[in-house]
Antibody, heavy 120, light 107 residues
Framework: EVQLVESGGGLVQPGGSLRLSCAASGFTFSSYWMHWARQAPGKGLVWLSRINSDGSSSTYADSVKGRFTISRDNAKNTLYLQMSSLRAEDTAVYYC?????????????WGQGTLVTVSS | DIQLTQSPSFLSASVGDRVTITCRASQGISNYLAWYQQKPGKAPKLLIYAASTLQSGVPSRFSGSGSGTEFTLTISSLQPEDFATYYCQQLDSFPLTFGGGTKVEIK
């Protein structure tokens, strides 16, 4: 069974940093592009970043470019999102997702999400 | 960035109703569109990609159509488990973007 499990969320002060992890299982992790997206409380989905299968290429939304870094460890089947200079507006549930083989950008499997709260 | 506008943002319907949700793109995106369903407190679930291709395991009462700038998601006969929020997403170019969502509630 394909499974993605996020961890690392929590309460952080404005200006602080946090690293999210996404543990993958049930598929050949190293063959797939991966994504991060988020959802602020009561709001819609926002795509944040993607990384290619070997980690050599990544793309970011303008809202997080320069503050967030996506990376992966294929040996550990784990995706990461390093977040720095956090702001109150970064408060959200963060989801990792697997890119579909049939069409790039389609997210065919999502984790359950991890909540990040930025507050003093 | 490509903007996606969903309508309506809220829909009240009864079990058995035919429901149609529209997604309009700010520029042409061919058929590079996906639809997702999200229930409260849960992760999104892929329903349709390439505008009209049903994801494996998704009931056939869901269908998608459209190309260019206008797309629709149709539920032919609404079931109790279909009450949720639905999002469209464009895959044409980065940054990937989602529509604002359509919440389907029980009448």
């Amino acid at each position: 069974e394909v499974q993605l499990v996020e961890s690392g969320g929590g309460l952080v002060q404005p200006g602080g940093s946090l690293r999210l992890s996404c543990a993958a299982s049930g598929f050949t992790f190293s063959s797939y592009w991966m994504h991060w997206a988020r959802q602020a409380p009561g709001k819609g989905l926002v795509w944040l970043s993607r990384i290619n299968s070997d980690g050599s290429s990544s793309t970011y939304a303008d809202s997080v470019k320069g503050r967030f870094t996506i990376s992966r460890d294929n040996a550990k089947n784990t995706l990461y999102l390093q977040m720095s200079s956090l702001r109150a507006e970064d408060t959200a549930v963060y989801y990792c997702g697997r890119d579909s083989e049939v069409r790039g950008g389609v997210i065919d499997c999502w984790g359950q999400g991890t909540l990040v709260t930025v507050s003093s | 960035d490509i903007q996606l506008t969903q309508s309506p943002s809220f829909l009240s319907a009864s079990v058995g109703d035919r429901v149609t949700i529209t997604c309009r793109a700010s520029q042409g995106i061919s058929n590079y569109l996906a639809w997702y369903q999200q229930k409260p407190g849960k992760a999104p679930k892929l329903l349709i990609y390439a505008a009209s291709t049903l994801q494996s395991g998704v009931p056939s009462r869901f269908s998608g159509s459209g190309s260019g700038t206008e797309f629709t998601l149709t539920i032919s006969s609404l079931q109790p488990e279909d009450f949720a929020t639905y999002y469209c997403q464009q895959l044409d170019s980065f940054p990937l973007t989602f529509g604002g969502g359509t919440k389907v509630e029980i009448k």
